[in-house]
């Protein structure tokens, strides 16, 4: 079945560090991919996404490409800010008939200033 | 506009005892998810409803869980003897439909069950 791994955290950085977050994925077919991000005390919101191979989400500051020949999703972010301090989670949408989500574990980044 | 909505909030509940937790998508959506997500964990699918029926319920652990769209808008998971391992938080999520273009998913607070 379809399958997300994602890095483990947490991961700790600087403010106005450089970010990756891995995200590698395992689906039949073509699936769409996401990252979502949880902040504290909030619902989970979609923060960029791809639908198709060589497609670059980008959003905030973040990107993510769809790589399909390396099954991944990386996320990336040039300086990251106190505010992106949250839990970052890669999410696949299988191209079947099913439609449903597979979730990574999350990642946790907190940034200090 | 209003996003997805769910109630209650918190839910605090013994061993054996059933209950109902209800999720309003956004207007207009034809697609609905239950996910469960478990402390420091991911969210795991449960059902997907396009409509009125359930178009992949693969992910209900087993027969005490249970959900319902009867209308094609508001849903009720339904949870009978409940169970220490039940507790979770329970999202509900909601897309305009399916396929590729239309498969962001919005998410609401979620439920927080506890079972004592």
């Known amino acids: 079945g379809n399958s997300v791994t994602q890095m483990e955290g947490p991961v700790t950085l600087s403010e106005e560090a450089f970010l990756t977050i891995n995200c590698t994925y395992t689906?039949?077919?073509?699936?769409?991919l996401f990252w979502y991000v949880q902040y504290p005390g909030e619902g989970l919101q979609l923060l960029l996404k791809?639908?198709?191979?060589?497609d670059k989400g980008s959003n905030k500051g973040f990107e993510a490409t769809y790589r399909k020949e390396t099954t991944s999703f990386h996320l990336e972010k040039g300086s990251v800010q106190v505010s992106d301090s949250a839990v970052y989670f890669c999410a696949l949408s299988g191209s079947t008939s099913g439609q449903n989500f597979v979730f990574g574990p999350g990642t946790r980044l907190s940034v200090l200033p | 506009g209003a996003g997805v909505s769910q109630t209650p909030s918190n839910k605090v509940t013994e061993k054996g005892k059933y209950v109902e937790l209800r999720c309003d998508p956004i207007?207009?959506?034809?697609?609905l998810y239950w996910y469960r997500q478990s402390l420091g964990q991911g969210p795991e699918f449960l059902i997907y409803?396009?409509?009125?029926?359930?178009?992949?319920d693969s992910g209900l652990p087993n027969d005490r869980f249970f959900a319902v769209r009867p209308e094609g808008s508001v849903s009720t998971l339904k949870i009978q003897r409940t169970e220490r391992g039940d507790s979770a938080v329970y999202l509900c999520a909601s897309s305009p439909g399916p396929g590729p273009s239309y498969n962001e998913q919005f998410f609401g607070p979620g439920t927080r069950l506890t079972v004592l």
């Open positions: 409803f396009q409509g009125t029926g359930a178009a992949d």
């Open positions: 207007s207009g959506h034809t697609a």
């Open positions: 791809a639908t198709k191979a060589d």
């Open positions: 689906a039949t077919g073509y699936p769409s």
